[in-house]
T-cell receptor, first 114, second 112 residues
Framework: GAGVSQSPSNKVTEKGKDVELRCDPI?????LYWYRQSLGQGLEFLIY????????KSGLPSDRFSAERTGGSVSTLTIQRTQQEDSAVYLC????????????FGPGTRLTVL | GDSVTQMEGPVTLSEEAFLTINCTYT??????LFWYVQYPGEGLQLLLK?????DKGSNKGFEATYRKETTSFHLEKGSVQVSDSAVYFC???????????FGQGTRLTINP
């Protein structure tokens, strides 16, 4: 497709379970970002991948959160032992290298932890 | 660290009213500034941007001017429409940084 896609669009899980969220960036975009949009709060940066460089993980809120990007394309954000405070919309964005200001966002995955 | 503060919402206006959504920022360097918009049921999209002091970004009748002296980037529109109802996010990207720092968002509702 032409844009950033994310799956699933909605995910409901029980507290303590692990979840995986997927992001397919725009073809040719080497930079990929994950953000979290919590109710009543702004978008919070989580992690950034650029090509084969080590990712910038400075925004990950705890060690329960991890992300990987295989083959420089698709990325998976994993949350282990989910907590209710993890409930949020998780947004993925991609851009061409060095053009952080031209990020294109996906529709997001709404995660609800019961 | 870098931060962005937006006026709190929600904001409700009548069609054709004048709109201002305030945004101020704190940054260590010389950031680029952005307004993003999230229409109901849609993904976040870039509305306008400005990369240096005194630049004016504009799109779809919206404008914002990069004011270094007041560290502000207020969003304005002279005559809003119902279709402008959305959540608006102010954001910055500091020089050399690869992430966007967002404000908390302002929900705008325009009534006919």
């Amino acid at each position: 497709g032409a844009g950033v896609s994310q799956s699933p669009s909605n995910k409901v899980t029980e507290k303590g379970k692990d979840v995986e969220l997927r992001c397919d960036p725009i073809s040719g975009h080497t930079a990929l970002y994950w953000y979290r949009q919590s109710l009543g709060q702004g978008l919070e940066f989580l992690i950034y991948f650029q090509g084969n460089s080590a990712p910038d993980k400075s925004g990950l809120p705890s060690d329960r959160f991890s992300a990987e990007r295989t083959g420089g394309s698709v990325s998976t954000l994993t949350i282990q032992r989910t907590q209710q405070e993890d409930s949020a919309v998780y947004l993925c964005a991609s851009s061409l290298a060095g053009l952080a200001q031209m990020q294109f966002f996906g529709p997001g995955t709404r995660l609800t932890v019961l | 660290g870098d931060s962005v503060t937006q006026m709190e919402g929600p904001v409700t206006l009548s069609e054709e009213a004048f709109l201002t959504i305030n945004c101020t920022y704190t940054a260590t360097g010389y950031p680029s500034l952005f307004w993003y918009v999230q229409y109901p049921g849609e993904g976040l999209q870039l509305l306008l941007k400005a990369t240096k002091a005194d630049d004016k970004g504009s799109n779809k009748g919206f404008e914002a001017t990069y004011r270094k002296e007041t560290t502000s980037f207020h969003l304005e529109k002279g005559s809003v429409q119902v279709s402008d109802s959305a959540v608006y996010f102010c954001a910055l990207s500091d020089q050399g940084a690869q992430k966007l720092v967002f404000g908390q968002g302002t929900r705008l509702t325009i009534n006919p």
